[in-house]
T-cell receptor
């Protein structure tokens, strides 16, 4: 079974530029999550989708971050404009959403904002 | 979601069992205990989860106390590749997010 795919693996941009990350979840998984992990900390949830609807985006900085999940499969996370403090690893995870189901994570995109 | 308390770091000798404790004294009846680990430069990896009973899979065993206020993750024969940050997370039963703490840094030494 293929895992969660993310791209790119690394990205370096200058502050005030825009950037986008892509995620392809495990086939059939209805729930998709984007997490931000700053160096030395545990991952923090940014947004959770159930199919193509947003379930939780309370921690998403909506003035600069946006995310969508077209057709309830792939998802993109965008930052525009980027700030220095956005330097982090952006992790995508998916789960079936069924009773007691685990989340499975991709390898993440490491973003450096200079 | 209930909060968890884990030691900041632990050391374990290669080939020995690694026992990682977790306190979750405010856990409620419909919350599961999940364990993940994160090896450097990788995404978190699912290990095991349980509700009330002890659980075992090919990676580890999970021992949950009868009052469910604490649990222990056991790696029966630790190897150098088990060096990682281990997260204990309490999660609601249905389709809810995982809230990560700081975790325990496990160092397996030869």
């Amino acid at each position: 079974e293929a895992g969660v795919a993310q791209s790119p693996r690394y990205k370096i941009i200058e502050k005030r530029q825009s950037v986008a990350f892509w995620c392809n979840p495990i086939s059939g998984h209805a729930t998709l999550y984007w997490y931000q992990q700053i160096l030395g900390q545990g991952p923090k949830l940014l947004i959770q989708f159930q199919n193509n609807g947003v379930v939780d985006d309370s921690q998403l900085p909506k003035d600069r971050f946006s995310a969508e999940r077209l057709k309830g499969v792939d998802s993109t996370l965008k930052i525009q404009p980027a700030k220095l403090e956005d330097s982090a690893v952006y992790l995508c995870a998916s789960s079936s959403g069924r009773h007691g189901s685990a989340l499975f994570f991709g390898s993440g995109t490491q973003l450096s904002v200079l | 979601d209930a909060k968890t308390t884990q030691p900041t770091s632990m050391d374990c000798a290669e080939g020995r069992a690694a026992n990682l404790p977790c306190n979750h004294s405010t856990i409620s009846g419909n919350e599961y205990v999940y364990w993940y680990r994160q090896i450097h430069s990788q995404g978190p990896q699912y290990i095991i989860h349980g509700l009330k009973n002890n659980e075992t899979n090919e990676m580890a065993s999970l021992i949950i106390t009868e009052d469910r206020k604490s649990s222990t993750l056991i790696l029966p024969h630790a190897t150098l590749r088990d060096t990682a940050v281990y997260y204990c997370i309490v999660r609601m039963e249905y389709g809810n997010k995982l809230v990560f703490g700081a975790g325990t840094i496990l160092r397996v030494k030869s």
